[in-house]
């Protein structure tokens, strides 16, 4: 008797979860991801970093169509050079394979 009651209680718990969950979504406040959501395609991906000091390092950023290499230091961030994403060339990774970049 007391294992059907907790077992009821642990399932009405769960509906309420759902039901929250469900009221959220159609708010627009909760977004599932992963395999059982829709994931949005990013805009914005790291695609490689190489560091030159403990403290200084490139990064290779693509921002949406723009593939951005970018200086790192303790005194902030620098845009070195962009170029737009069809320039370059793009291993299977993402990162690029060494071609040369055509302007």
Known sequence: MEILQQSISVLVVLGMLGAALWW???QGVARLRGP???QAQRRLQ???R???TAQHS???VRAVDRVLLISVSPGGCNLMESWPQQQIHLGAAGAPDGSEVTR
């Open 36 to 38: 059982m959501g829709r």
């Open 46 to 48: 790291h695609l490689e």
């Open 50 to 52: 190489m560091p030159l």
């Open 24 to 26: 959220l979504r159609r």
């Open 58 to 60: 490139l990064c290779l």
